[in-house]
């Protein structure tokens, strides 16, 4: 969907944001003009933002991401909580949100097991349906909500969590009732609502191979029918030692070999204890409260969050070598206090699973992400010796000059390690985009001094 620009033309961008006037206000580099040319980055917004009640973690939005995801608003108890009866005002103004900000919209979800009113497979009497009748209720579900959004939503999480761990078809009420081409089905209703959207199968712990080789042969099955299926999405609800980078690589390069793009749907990293269950994203699941769950109630100890930093760095360089086939890589949450994993599959934890803390400010794992994204175009390094206690730090650029910029976050003063470095440009000037009249006086000034 989006095409890549060549190293050189990235790095130009990213030196162009890095470069100004001392004097100038400063600027903290933004994911999404970090990886701009990679694949989008988004997240997703619950109500709170939708409505604009979270403004702090609007600003976020708007600064950080190019796509965004709704948490909750698109599934079936909220846009269609009674028969013949849709509620479309926070949808609504979730689009709305996301083609005033020219992001990447996404629509989560239409076929789930989860969050169905009961109404949807009983009749009047509380008794199960029959399979026509169910067919018919999704077809009428699917091209009424994709239908209103058709154009301005670009793609949609089909079907969602079809499959169990061991890779077999879940045996949900959509299977009981309809069978397994329930699957076919939703995606045929859906290309018939909007035949220009991205369709997408969505699910979980793909990363583990017995899941991993069910899905595989999902999609094989479903493009052997001619089933009109572009991308597969891992959610990537991940902890700080799963998945590896080996299976994160594996997982990826499985579904290129399909001829699908992938989508990094959901992500987040889980630094709490383990609960004792295999890692899952069911929400079904919910496990009993006690203190040794729970050990980070005051703040994240920094050796946890730099641990978490270096798990997203093995992440982010896997999608990076992948980034021919990943399109989206999307955050499940804005910040570490609203994000779902405070309560899953624990009730009331302290969790830490995102980007940004519980005042709004970036974490060790956002610098980190920035990073990788600068040295995955051989950046040069940062000057040694810089004052550690400054506000600017300074750089060496391909022409020998040097450039200083400022920082306002603090993390971006912790360590050297922390640092963006600036791409080599193989020696060519680089171009910037955007220049302060401060700057624009420094060049006219030597322009005249070399006449």
Not at 163 to 190: C, H, M, V
């Amino acid at each position: 969907m989006f095409s890549k620009s060549s190293d050189c033309a990235r790095s130009a961008v990213l030196l162009g944001l890095i470069l100004g006037c001392t004097a100038a206000a400063s600027y903290e580099p933004t994911l999404k003009d970090a990886y701009k040319g990679d694949f989008v980055i988004g997240a997703a917004m619950d109500a709170g933002d939708i409505t604009g009640q979270n403004q702090r973690d609007d600003a976020i939005i708007e600064t950080q991401f190019n796509s965004i995801s709704p948490e909750n608003v698109l599934k079936w108890e909220i846009v269609h909580p009674q028969p013949g009866s849709y509620n479309f005002d926070l949808a609504d103004k979730y689009v709305a949100f996301g083609l005033e900000q020219h992001m990447w919209i996404h629509g989560h979800t239409l076929v789930w097991h989860n969050q169905v009113p009961a109404w949807v497979f009983r009749d009047d009497k509380g008794n199960l349906v029959d399979r026509d009748t169910l067919l018919a209720r999704m077809h009428d579900h699917i091209l009424t909500v994709v239908g209103r959004y058709k154009g301005k939503i670009q793609s949609w999480d089909v079907v969602n969590e079809a499959l169990n761990e061991d890779g077999t078809l879940r045996q949900s009420l959509w299977y009981k009732i309809i069978g397994p081409d329930y699957i076919e089905k939703a995606f045929a209703y859906a290309h018939e609502a909007d035949s220009q959207a991205q369709l997408v199968y969505n699910d979980y712990n793909l990363e583990n191979e017995p899941k991993r080789s069910g899905a595989i042969a999902l999609i094989k099955k479903l493009k052997a029918e001619g089933i009109p299926i572009g991308c597969v999405g891992l959610q990537g609800h991940e902890s700080l030692t799963w998945p590896t980078p080996e299976q994160e690589d594996a997982t990826i390069a499985g579904f290129a070999a399909l001829g699908v793009k992938v989508a990094i749907s959901e992500l987040d990293v889980d630094v709490l204890p383990s609960s004792g269950t295999q890692p899952t994203a069911d929400v079904s699941v919910h496990i009993q409260q006690n203190a040794a769950l729970n050990p980070y109630v005051n703040g994240l100890p920094d050796s946890v969050a730099q641990q978490q930093a270096a798990h997203y760095v093995d992440l982010f360089r896997v999608f990076l070598k992948h980034r021919d086939t990943v399109e989206r890589v999307t955050f499940w949450g804005v910040t570490d206090a609203t994000s779902w994993r405070n309560d899953f599959p624990v009730r009331g934890r302290t969790n830490y699973p995102l980007l940004f803390d519980r005042s709004e400010q970036p974490k060790p794992a956002f610098d980190a992400i920035i990073r990788v994204a600068a040295e995955a175009s051989q950046r040069l390094r940062p000057l040694t010796g810089w004052d550690r206690g400054s506000p600017f730090v300074r750089y060496q650029i391909p022409n020998n000059r040097i450039a200083q910029r400022q920082v306002r976050s603090p993390v971006f003063r912790r360590r050297e390690s922390n640092l963006l470095a600036i791409p080599a440009l193989n020696g060519k000037k680089p171009h910037v985009a955007k220049r302060d009249q401060c700057t624009e006086a420094k060049n006219r000034k030597s322009n005249r001094d070399h006449q």
